[in-house]
């Protein structure tokens, strides 16, 4: 099986990406690492442990950055929810963390697995970034980083940022110049990602306890919330019987099951740490002008139908459980 940690703010659609790498049935799961990003870090911390004990998943727990490297933590509560799982309650696991702080964890594991371990990054890179920092050495362990994280178009959290990269530019910046074997799956790819919409929700209706939380979470509607009208003004409610959610993390985790499900393509990627207006952008050099070797393969397209049949055998695997 292809080790793997799974680096994350859960987070719903970190909970997503995290029953797919579950349910898929190729990977070992080294460890899951937590840090703060859609929201504090003492929340992401118990979900993701929460979640693995709930889904039978038996790996170290281990927690990381409380906040970015040069500035105070900024959530998006307003889209998870204070708690990061839309208030869902999920039971509460009493296995312990793992002590060791996230990068120490994930060095552990790549020198266990040199040129095999691979690494989702679907969360803020303050973790990612500290790894490289503390261990240089590291990034030529690693098979594969593969974040969510940036766009080639249009942002979530400002008008060119997403939310993963402008949380923290600087860890960002010092990721997408490490010269780590690194795959960006950006916020506009993961919207062409969802699943068709009667399978979807003919899977929603499945038996079990982790399907019902997860139809608990689907239900939750950011934008009716008080939170959510303070960042964004007033929306009209979600229509939750025909509603398919676009899933960032979960698509970027399905890209890295099925390798045919994203097209991808090489560039040199810039992440934008100072621009008053562009501030979290992810600028691509489309066109080479910069004349610099590429760092990062981007993904462009995703395959719809084979995401489908992702999260159809997600919903098999977990029916009962
Ligand atoms: C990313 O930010 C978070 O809100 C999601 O979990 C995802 O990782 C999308 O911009
Ligand atoms: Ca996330």
Known sequence: KRPLIIDCDPGIDDFVAILLANSCGQFDIRAITTLGGNVLPQYTARNAKNIAAMIGLDCPIGRGAQK???????TADYIHGVDGIGGVELPESDRPFDERPAWDIIYDEACKFPGQLEVAAIGPLTNIAILFRKYPEVVRLIKKLHIMGGSTTTGNHSPYGEFNIWEDVLAADIVFNSGVELR???LDCTRQGQCDKQVWHQGLQKPGLVISKLREMMAFDPTQTELYRQHRGIKPPKDVENYVPGLPDAVTMAGMIDEDLL??????????????????????????????????????????????ELYRQMFDFYEGK
Not at 68 to 74: R, V, Y
Not at 277 to 300: H, I, Q, S
Request: charged letters at 20%; a negative charge.
């Open 68 to 74: 970015p490297l040069m500035h105070e933590i900024d």
């Open 184 to 186: 960006m799956v950006g």
């Open 263 to 308: 097209q991808c393509q090489k560039y040199y990627v810039m992440v934008e740490t100072t621009g008053p207006l562009t501030y979290g952008w992810t600028m691509v050099d489309w066109n080479m002008t910069t004349r610099k070797p590429f760092n990062c393969e981007v993904a462009l397209k995703v395959d719809t139908d084979r995401i489908t």
